[in-house]
């Protein structure tokens, strides 16, 4: 009856607030990963690995300077983000600073964005995932539906950022009016105020 399924409840969330870090990231985040289309295949680290031929491959306590992140996703032979896990309980987005940490530590990076070496940043309990793209300077970290496949991921890469892009292609049509050049202006402040829009959005709605 309805005292048996209360009791069913409470015995479940009992253990759901003492499950171990490596059952959820068993049971959860591995699995959420493993079901993605193309799957992601994880391997434990290894110094036999040969880094420069995995693609859709995470590597499971990759090494940094700063000790070894839970997981580094590589797509062409790429180091091109992390994961950090906590367990069910933890809440998931603050934990996304010890995954900027192994990006800042990290000695297989791409490229440099403000000290950061791999752009694409997670964080999850196995319930939510938080992510941020440390290309874009407003470091924004957003909760996102599920984690991003390694298709997608190459073509996150593949797209140049918002404000480089308008930074090489400035408005130069002389035929607009006066009173519409300001409107356009940089088109990178527009974006800003557009993201900052939908953050205080998301805050409030928090």
């Known amino acids: 009856g309805v005292v048996s399924r209360r009791s069913q409840h409470a015995r479940i969330a ?4 003492n499950e171990p870090e490596w059952v959820t990231r068993k049971e959860r985040i591995d699995r959420r990963l493993k079901g993605l289309s193309p799957a992601w295949k994880i391997v434990p680290w290894s110094d036999k690995l040969k880094l420069d031929t995995l693609n859709g491959v995470i590597v ?10 839970d997981y580094g996703f590589f ?3 790429k180091l091109v983000g992390f994961l950090e896990a906590k367990k069910v309980r933890t809440g998931a987005q603050n ?7 192994y990006s800042r530590d990290c000695t297989h990076g791409i490229g440099n964005w403000n000290g950061y ?16 793209d440390v290309r874009d300077p407003l470091n924004i970290a957003r909760e996102i539906a599920d984690f991003h496949t390694s298709d997608a991921m190459a073509e996150m890469l593949s ?3 918002d404000k480089q ?9 002389s035929r607009l009016r006066k009173y519409q050049g300001p409107s356009d202006e940089p088109a990178e402040r527009l974006l800003e105020r557009i993201r900052q829009s939908r953050l205080r959005d998301k805050e409030q709605k928090e």
């Open 159 to 161: 797209r140049p950022d």
């Open 14 to 17: 009992r253990m759901t607030a």
């Open 95 to 101: 934990v996304l600073e010890q995954a900027k940490r």
């Open 165 to 173: 892009w308008f930074k090489k292609h400035p408005v130069s049509n």
């Open 75 to 77: 797509v062409a032979g």
């Open 117 to 132: 070496k791999a752009p694409f940043l997670y964080s999850s309990n196995g319930e939510k995932v938080f992510f941020v």
């Open 60 to 69: 499971a306590e990759f090494p940094t300077s700063s000790g070894p992140a």
